[in-house]
């Protein structure tokens, strides 16, 4: 007769490998342990959770839930069991965010196995009953991050994922910020997208459709301010998943039969989403500096429907310690000297666009044009180029960098039609005098005026 020894640390997952018949003890103390026999659940939680956690999930204590499982071994088997229980309790996770988090994550990883969203509804509200969006948003980065799920695949399921949870979610008050701050800004933009809705539903006017429109602009200020900022943070999903989500919004509007009831039910969506995950999670994760970096270059994008306020004032070392940058050194340039403020004027006045990013992918410099074709602000610098894209176009970006950085190409251009006008896109790959990669120049030109030209106009005849 062998002797197995069972703690209070003993790992659940290890007992019903070696015990199956262990699952039908656990759901005579409480019904709701069986769902351990899902699989799924034993991959995350199973794995981690000890006696002591299980104890906690069942509503037993330690010692009735030890002798139950000894005694249905010692009754099943010829194993003779030795208990051991200490006073401390011993849990899997070092804290109960922990616990929760793998929780999360095993109920995740079985919807996208196919599980019922209504019984997954049912198992959250027995396991856990209340979440806040920082969990939800950390459970789906983490998922990212360990390879479990795709970007590609939580973007495809998102809407369920908030599915589980949104009851608990609404139970949560809603961010409340002074005047000007940027998530102040969206909601009220929201409220306004509410509004507008509301009169669509009613009689569809097509003047109130093509107002809607104007939300475009909210998505472009979170692709471009916002979400460079969360990225920097370690929080990537925002870019990769709900940038997709407003693509297809886009796309929606651009339809020669407009499916209204599609197009409001994704903003409608798009809003729930802002309003419980985003915005918290964003308001937890960055500090006042980074809030002025999103507020900084709104306006070059521009705001849909509303004006901010000016109440928040972001205590930052640069609001306490003014700079003052003379731009009187001169820069030695192979063919000339200019000071920082010429150089400024200079690519600010070209009759193009340019960007430029260097050899690692990352943003370092765009010319701020008083009219741009594409949306820039300063949240992009510092920004990889590949999050600066629509993750269906990113394949594209990529290939034109091996390219150029494996020498196979020199410049790729484009030619795009958008509304009225004929935009020419060209890529140059930038090397140093070694023929050593280092960076990329996008250059983009608005070629209709050029196009049209024809005959001649001599210096001479300027002014005639």
């Not at 104890?55 to 208990?83: D, H, P, R």
């Amino acid at each position: 007769m062998s002797i197995i020894k069972i703690t209070e640390s003993t790992k659940i997952n290890d007992l019903i490998e070696e015990y199956p018949f262990v699952i039908d003890t656990l759901m005579k103390l409480n019904p709701k342990l069986k769902r351990l026999r899902n699989p799924f659940l034993r991959k995350t939680v199973g794995r981690r959770a000890t006696l002591t956690d299980v104890s906690q999930m069942s509503g037993s204590t330690i010692s009735q839930l030890v002798q139950a499982i000894a005694t249905s071994i010692e009754k099943n088997t010829t194993e003779k069991v030795q208990v051991e229980i200490s006073e401390q309790a011993k849990s899997g996770w070092q804290s109960e965010r922990a616990r929760r988090q793998e929780m999360l994550k095993a109920l995740i990883l079985e919807l996208h196995e196919g599980g019922e969203l209504d019984d997954l509804q049912k198992r959250f509200n027995e396991l856990l009953g209340d979440v806040d969006a920082s969990e939800i948003a950390a459970m789906e980065q983490a998922l990212i991050d360990e390879g479990s799920l795709t970007a590609e695949q939580i973007t495809k399921l998102c809407d369920l994922h908030v599915g589980i949870f949104e009851y608990s979610l609404d139970q949560h008050t809603r961010p409340e910020t002074l005047p000007g701050h940027p998530i102040h800004t969206y909601m009220q933009e929201n409220q306004v997208a509410r509004t507008l809705i509301s009169e669509i539903r009613q009689t569809s006017n097509p003047e109130t459709i093509k107002k809607l429109q104007e939300i475009e602009i909210h998505y472009t200020r979170l692709e471009n301010q916002l979400f460079p900022k969360l990225e920097h943070a370690g929080f990537t999903g925002p870019s990769q998943v709900m940038w997709a989500k407003h693509d297809e919004v886009r796309e929606l509007f651009r339809q020669e039969e407009l499916n209204i009831k599609e197009l409001i039910t994704q903003i409608e969506d798009l809003i729930f989403k802002e309003e419980t995950i985003l915005f918290p999670t964003a308001l937890d994760l960055l500090g006042s500096k980074e809030w002025a970096g999103v507020r900084n270059g709104e306006e070059e994008i521009g705001y849909a429907w509303v004006t901010p306020g000016s109440e928040w004032v972001p205590i930052t070392p640069e609001t306490i310690h003014k700079t003052d940058i003379t731009g009187h050194d001169l820069l030695q340039l192979r063919t000339g000297q200019l000071n920082l403020s010429q150089v400024s004027l200079l690519l600010t006045h070209l009759p193009i666009e340019i960007s430029y990013i260097d050899e690692n992918d990352t943003v370092r410099f765009y010319s701020d044009t008083p009219e741009r074709t594409f949306p820039r602000s300063p949240g992009v610098i510092g920004r990889k180029v590949q999050n600066c894209h629509p993750k269906k176009s990113v394949h594209i970006v990529n290939r034109i960098l091996d390219a150029f950085k494996s020498g196979q190409k020199d410049s790729a251009e484009f030619w795009i039609k958008s509304n009225d006008r004929f935009i020419h896109i060209r890529y140059f790959a930038v090397r140093d005098k070694d023929k050593n990669y280092r960076g990329t120049l996008e250059v983009t030109q608005d070629v209709t005026t050029i196009r049209e030209l024809e005959g001649e106009q001599r210096l001479l005849s300027w002014q005639d």
